[in-house]
DNA sequence: TCCAAGCGTTGAAAATATTGCACACTCTGG
DNA sequence: CCAGAGTGTGCAATATTTTCAACGCTTGGA
């Protein structure tokens, strides 16, 4: 996707003219309506311009360039995933008919009390996960985080790390890691 | 940190020299001088162009962390996600900070009528995700099918494939997908 | 020592981007 | 039906970027 039909695609989303976007932003109409056609390739400076009348930053604007990627047994029922659950720690497996997988995809439940163990999880690659209920304790290397309902996170799995529900709410958690190591 | 100074800061850590780079990246020595002090403000064009000779996207080049302790974080707030929306779909970016990242891990909201677009998404890698909220229809390949809360899909990027909330109830997926293409 | 090859910088010319203004078009209200 | 305010586009003038061709500097080898 290019530059113009991005800068496009972002106004018209946000619900502005050309020349609203330029007066907000501190350019002239001709040089949204030329930037969006493509005729010309902004200079960093006045494409910084017009974000700001968005608002939004240069990362921002670039990091909305990927061809997005949504999208066997495709799908599974929610009673139908494949139970891998260590002690009181719910954890099912989603995509279980896939063997040769690069994501294991988890659906974990911990009630109050759970813990992953006082030995911390060490693998190769890359771990990702967020907290659609409750609370949980994440301890990530010495550094140990308090996630609560939408927080997130993101690290190397080579780092030991260890999750534990010291509150009285059980707790939702969705994770993915590569590579996968079942 | 301005654009001059980082691209300075890159073209350094990858032991080139401004002609070196310059050469490699199809501009003159002059232009790369002039980027680098800040005595202009390059297009977008020609920025592209200096990038590639490195190489390096856009993208990457403006999500390069400044702030070396970013490289640190492990947990995000909920409000604090990369927000890479297309359309009326609402994607957050969990791990905003990882920049070579071996998964794609996205908090995705679709309200009622969204679509993520008639041409279907390709991609190298393996996709998961699990429904927590509302419904979704998901098409893989030829077949459509019918997702509800709590379910969950894998399955090969390769196949194209789109998501659509026909609904009347606002849907929360959230999905892992590998490689990261961005 | 001197030369040749590398480095980054700089001024004037060429190429490109931005402005300012006008145009054609579509609405909406009178 | 027209007037007025909105939209996006296009063109000549202006401002900015990019190139070309130097410059002074440092380094390493003959």
Redesign the pocket.
Known sequence: MDVGTRLQTI??LKG?????L?KRA????????????N?????I???K?VLAGIPMSLMEFFSMDMEQDRHAQVVYKAGELLDISTGSVSMKLIGKAHTGRAIAFLDETYPPGADTGEEMFVHDGEEAGVLIEGRLELTVGSQTYLLECGDSYYFDGSQPHRLRNPFDQPARLISATTPANF
Do not use: D
């Open positions: 106004r018209r502005l003219s050309q020349r609203e330029a501190g350019v002239t109409n001709s040089t949204i309506s030329m930037i969006e056609k005729s010309v390739s902004p200079s400076s006045s494409l311009k």
